[in-house]
């Protein structure tokens, strides 16, 4: 990787999981907005940036980016798509229309979990991949990917209509079919992970292959294959599909 590129800014997202009965889980997902920099107009999972509040809250519970990025994960997915994943109990309703809202008037998650009298529970997470993009000219995210089951009685999630314009739950192999389809679009990782995402028919079996996989950060190169140019990922990282036509990848 060339020392010129630019530092990359901490991320992470969670992928949520709504067990179906008698098919394939379905996964809960957000568009971004068309004016947005990064993914503008693309299907995504919910999450973002780690700020300096997930931190001095990982400091409260001994951990360091590993806790900061789990809790950053669980703030941006009350703020974008208003459920309470991650949290030691499932707040009233009242309770997370306040949480909410004080996260986006600028409070900080702390102060937003205090007034609900809420905690977390950070083990709710279960690590699933870590992303570092390293192509030039475009913002770099270095991302943590993170799996956890809805909970029982959950609220219904509603989009935040400000970074995002919608939200829907589908199963990973329809946002696939919808992306060839051109009905949608998804980035070159989202796509990846999508097509590991599908090989499950439950949370418990896509978790269970997480804790198998060690977890090595995706670093995408370009190279010919076949008289084409590719965009690459490692064979080791748990992806059934490691190369793309670069033509044909949305990067972001």
Same mark, same amino acid.
């Given at each position: 990787?060339?020392?010129?590129?630019?530092?990359?800014?901490?991320?992470? #997202?969670?992928?949520?999981?709504?067990?179906?009965?008698?098919?394939?889980?379905?996964?809960?997902?957000?568009?971004?907005?068309?004016?947005?920099?990064?993914?503008?107009?693309?299907?995504?999972?919910?999450?973002?940036?780690?700020? %300096?509040?997930? =931190?001095?809250?990982?400091?409260?519970?001994?951990?360091?980016?590993?806790?900061?990025?789990?809790?950053?994960?669980?703030?941006? #997915?009350?703020?974008?798509?208003?459920?309470?994943?991650?949290?030691?109990?499932?707040? #009233?309703?009242?309770?997370?229309?306040?949480?909410?809202?004080?996260? =986006?008037?600028?409070?900080?998650?702390?102060?937003?979990?205090?007034?609900?009298?809420? #905690?977390?529970?950070?083990?709710?997470?279960?690590?699933?991949?870590?992303?570092? %993009?390293? =192509?030039?000219?475009?913002?770099?995210?270095?991302?943590?990917?993170?799996?956890?089951?809805?909970?029982?009685?959950?609220?219904?999630? $509603?989009?935040?209509?400000?970074?995002?314009?919608?939200?829907?739950?589908? !199963?990973?192999?329809?946002?696939?079919?919808?992306?060839?389809?051109?009905?949608?679009?998804?980035?070159?990782? !989202?796509?990846?992970?999508?097509?590991?995402?599908?090989?499950? $028919?439950?949370?418990?079996?896509?978790?269970?292959?997480?804790?198998?996989?060690?977890?090595?950060?995706?670093?995408?190169?370009?190279? !010919?294959?076949?008289?084409?140019? =590719?965009?690459?990922? %490692?064979?080791?990282?748990?992806? %059934?599909? $490691?190369?793309?036509?670069?033509?044909?990848?949305?990067?972001?």
């Amino acid at each position: 990787m060339s020392d010129d590129l630019p530092e990359a800014i901490p991320a992470a #997202t969670l992928i949520i999981f709504r067990d179906a009965v008698d098919g394939p889980p379905e996964l809960l997902m957000v568009e971004r907005a068309k004016a947005m920099v990064f993914a503008g107009g693309a299907m995504v999972f919910p999450g973002g940036r780690i700020d %300096p509040g997930d =931190h001095a809250m990982a400091a409260l519970h001994g951990g360091g980016e590993e806790a900061a990025a789990r809790i950053a994960a669980i703030r941006e #997915t009350i703020e974008e798509a208003g459920l309470p994943i991650g949290l030691s109990a499932l707040p #009233t309703a009242e309770q997370l229309v306040r949480m909410r809202a004080a996260l =986006h008037a600028g409070d900080s998650f702390a102060e937003a979990l205090a007034a609900a009298g809420m #905690t977390l529970d950070l083990d709710q997470l279960v690590p699933w991949a870590r992303w570092r %993009p390293a =192509h030039r000219n475009m913002r770099i995210f270095y991302t943590r990917f993170y799996l956890a089951r809805l909970p029982e009685n959950a609220p219904r999630a $509603t989009v935040d209509h400000t970074e995002n314009v919608r939200l829907v739950w589908a !199963t990973a192999q329809q946002v696939l079919d919808d992306a060839d389809a051109g009905k949608l679009e998804v980035i070159f990782p !989202t796509r990846r992970n999508l097509e590991r995402l599908a090989q499950f $028919t439950s949370f418990a079996d896509a978790a269970a292959h997480a804790n198998d996989t060690p977890i090595r950060t995706v670093t995408p190169w370009s190279e !010919t294959r076949d008289g084409e140019e =590719h965009l690459c990922i %490692p064979d080791d990282a748990g992806y %059934p599909i $490691t190369s793309e036509v670069i033509a044909s990848a949305m990067r972001g």
